[in-house]
């Protein structure tokens, strides 16, 4: 399910970023949920691919990336509208923590960017 | 997704009544209902756990207008949409569900279900004074819950 060993490798570059208990668990879960999605269809054929994985500091913000350069997303991909289950949570927390999602078409591949908006930062 | 795993007692006030759809699990939770197109509110500040409850009440046959986590925002929601029954957390995200209840009731007749994980006296005896349907205690079980809400709101009627 998961990909073959060793073909999919996952790299994670992050600034020491701090937020409270009750916003970095569904940071976690979130990032959790978009790493698992890149690995069951970021390289679907076995070719495997990198993943890459960026916790990044903005003003007033923190933004984590999660790329690949793997397959497409469907043209009319909308994260809100989709029916799985893993992106149902994803827009849940998302909205609980008040961040947003984008996604930017990579060639080949793509980024969701999660920017959560912290005060202190 | 199985949010919570085990079931607590839910209603602590309202009658007792001898059909309680939760004496038979799963009973009827995909047949039609009498209630099924009702409309609902949920307001509730875990993501998830809201979620879990829109996919229980839709699949039951509730028609979930929203999902809101603060207490203004469920005030203006209600006196926006009209919803038939609003289904209440107790701690918001700001604010709290039974401040939200009482602005509510003051100008809208609605039911409203309490669902919290938040039993003590203080808070029972607050959300006892509102007219509401009954109190859902968390944590409860995905596959008892739109059965819970349903025996509330029929109490309640």
């Known amino acids: 399910m998961l990909g073959d060993e060793g073909k999919v490798s996952v790299s ?7 937020l409270p208990t009750q916003e970095v668990i569904p940071v976690a879960l979130i990032a959790n949920e978009l790493i698992t999605n890149a690995f069951k269809y970021g390289y679907p054929d076995g ?19 999660v790329s690949d350069d793997g397959t497409a997303l469907p043209a009319d991909f909308e994260p809100a509208a989709s029916n799985g289950l893993g ?13 947003t999602l984008d996604i930017v078409r990579l060639d080949p591949g793509k980024a969701f960017r999660l920017r959560v908006p912290n005060s202190e930062i | 997704m199985q949010v919570e795993a085990w079931r607590s007692p839910r209603f602590v006030f309202g009658p007792a009544s001898s059909d ?23 307001a509730e500040d875990e993501g998830l756990v809201a979620m879990n409850m829109e996919n229980a009440l839709v699949e039951a046959g509730f028609r979930v207008l929203g999902i809101v986590d603060t207490e203004a925002d469920v005030i ?21 569900g039974i401040t939200a209840a009482r ?4 100008s809208l007749r609605v039911r409203i279900v309490f669902v919290s994980g938040n039993s003590d ?35 309640g009627e």
């Open chain 1, 12 to 18: 994670c570059h992050a600034q020491a970023c701090y």
């Open chain 1, 47 to 65: 070719g495997g691919g990198a993943i890459r994985v960026t916790c990044e500091k903005e003003e007033g913000a923190i933004v984590l990336t």
């Open chain 1, 87 to 99: 992106m149902k949570m994803i827009t849940s927390l998302a909205k609980q923590l008040r961040a």
């Open chain 2, 20 to 42: 309680r759809a939760e004496d038979n699990p799963g009973e009827g939770r995909r047949h039609a209902s009498p209630d099924a197109g009702l409309t609902l509110l949920i």
């Open chain 2, 76 to 96: 203006e929601a209600a006196l926006r949409l009209k919803p038939d029954v609003i289904v209440m957390d107790i701690t918001l995200r700001e604010g709290n």
């Open chain 2, 103 to 106: 602005r509510i009731q003051d």
């Open chain 2, 121 to 155: 006296p203080s808070t029972l005896a607050a959300a006892r004074e509102i007219r509401s349907s009954g109190f859902i205690r968390k944590p409860f079980l995905t596959d008892g819950f739109a059965d819970l809400v349903r025996d509330a709101v029929r109490r």
